[in-house]
């Protein structure tokens, strides 16, 4: 094949090696020579420069040339735009072998010696007093999260187990039905209510998460919070759900 010279200062090729199963879109400078631009591939097949045997593919994938004379251009061959350079590794390393991380040995640091380090994100939170390293924050977050558990506690022994509520839970409607829980659980932290209610306007049968509280139907089952429960005389509606 006749080797030309190319004027245009940089060529957009795809990379593509005998050690990986991926391409990549690179763009080079045409006036690199052979043996600079095998060393810049080692960054992005991952063999050694001296290892490597190069191949150019047109952009229809058709066999062009090797890359085979060092000290030769990249532009002096005819590589242009969509082209492809094929790298053939003869290092003795396989396919995919750059390619599976969990060979890869990992670095790891004590609890104990990563403490100590002055440079590290939890030293610099020590310093600021940030986050979970700030004492007063914690205390005051603390000291709210207590006040809370202690109006849900106040609010949910007003709940006796068995009788009639009405639910009203911010942007739903009213929802009436027997309280058959009241307590705290393991799903989330807090005192919550478990109700039954008249018509299948729940989420589940009394359980969550494989954990019984109390028995009802699919789909008649909820738990919510005392604030929005009030007991009451509220005699049961039937809305027609079950029909439907």
């Known amino acids: 094949m006749e080797v030309t010279g190319l004027s245009a200062p940089t060529v957009t090729v795809f990379i593509s090696s005998s050690l990986n199963s991926f391409r990549s879109e690179k763009r080079y400078s045409r006036s690199l020579t052979i043996a600079e631009f095998k060393c810049k591939l080692e960054l992005v097949v991952g063999s050694p420069a001296s290892c490597m045997e190069l191949e150019l593919y047109g952009p229809d994938d058709k066999f062009y040339s090797k890359l085979d004379q060092e000290d030769a251009l990249l532009g002096s061959y005819p590589v242009d735009d969509g082209c492809r350079i094929h790298v053939i590794d003869h290092s003795g ?115 969550v998460n494989g954990k019984r509280y109390f028995e009802c139907q699919a789909k008649y089952g909820a738990f919510v919070k005392p604030s929005v429960v009030t007991v009451g005389d509220f005699p049961e509606e039937d809305y027609g759900l079950d029909e439907m």
Not at 93 to 119: C, F, M, N, P, T
Not at 137 to 155: I, V, W, Y
């Open 93 to 207: 390393a396989h396919l995919g072998e750059y390619e599976d991380v969990s060979k890869v040995e990992k670095y790891q640091i004590s609890q104990e010696a990563y403490d100590q380090r002055q440079d590290s994100v939890r030293s610099f939170l020590k310093r600021s007093k940030l986050g979970r390293y700030n004492e007063e924050e914690r205390a005051q977050q603390e000291a709210e999260t207590s006040q809370r558990l202690n109006e849900e506690k106040s609010q949910a022994s007003a709940i006796p187990v068995g009788s009639r509520c009405e639910v009203r839970a911010p942007g739903q409607l009213p929802r009436r039905g027997t309280v058959m829980y009241v307590g705290l659980t393991d799903f989330k932290p807090g005192y919550w209510v478990g109700v039954r209610y008249d018509e299948p306007l729940g989420k589940n049968d009394g359980s």
